[in-house]
């Protein structure tokens, strides 16, 4: 059974450009949250999609939007990307409430 | 707003150590609390998960137990392995999200 699978793995992208992340949900999950991870610190939340509607947000700008499909597939797109975006970005997806979270493995993401 | 915090930020044992990894949090109106372990570079891997009308949960070696009222939780690691060097990460539910700790590195020394 898969788990949580993220692409690409690793990224480089310019000061400025655009980035898409992928992910797609374990099996039965309907539930997709993103997260960044800098280095050293704790994974802080960007925002939760379902039904394919942002139903959370996190403290990040409007720069950082995103986009789940029927099939509960997720996108994270980060535009005019600063230098201090580099991190790690994580997807996390769940079944229903009162289960936790499965992570994928995450998008490592520098910004020159 | 929700804060957890995880002390020490790094931990050295030696193997076979019986160990507990504290996490305290500020709002204990919390849904679930989940302990994460995180391999250098690599993404979260779920320990367990205690929902908040739960009291603790063990599997195999690692038990956990959630005081909401204290707003604390401790993660016991019996008889640590090498292999169970890693950061180890708490987080707490609310509302949608996770609100996580910076985590613990732990590093047992064969």
């Known amino acids: 059974d898969a788990g949580v699978t993220q692409s690409p793995t690793h990224l480089i992208k310019t000061r400025g450009q655009q980035v898409t992340l992928r992910c797609s949900p374990k099996?039965?999950?309907?539930?997709v949250s993103w997260y960044q991870q800098a280095l050293g610190q704790g994974p802080q939340f960007i925002f939760q999609y379902y039904e394919e509607e942002e139903r959370q947000r996190g403290n990040f700008p409007d720069r950082f939007s995103g986009h789940q499909f029927p099939n509960y597939s997720s996108e994270l797109n980060v535009n005019a990307l600063l230098l201090g975006d580099s991190a790690l970005y994580l997807c996390?997806?769940?079944?229903?409430?009162?289960?936790?979270?499965?992570f994928g493995s995450g998008t490592r993401l520098t910004v020159v | 707003k929700q804060e957890v915090t995880q002390i020490p930020a790094a931990l050295s044992v030696p193997e076979g150590e019986n160990l507990v990894l504290n996490c305290s949090f500020t709002?204990?109106?919390?849904?679930?609390l989940q302990w994460f372990r995180q391999d250098p570079g690599k993404g979260l891997t779920s320990l367990l998960l205690?929902?908040?009308?739960?009291r603790e949960q063990t599997s195999g070696r690692l038990n956990a137990s959630l005081d909401k009222s204290s707003g604390r939780s401790t993660l016991y690691i019996a008889a640590s392995q090498p292999g169970d060097s890693a950061t180890y990460l708490c987080a707490v539910e609310a509302n949608s999200k996770l609100t996580f700790g910076k985590g613990i590195t732990l590093s047992v020394r064969p």
């Open positions: 205690i929902q908040s009308s739960q």
């Open positions: 996390a997806s769940r079944e229903v409430t009162n289960y936790g979270y499965t």
């Open positions: 099996s039965g999950h309907d539930t």
């Open positions: 709002d204990s109106a919390i849904y679930n």
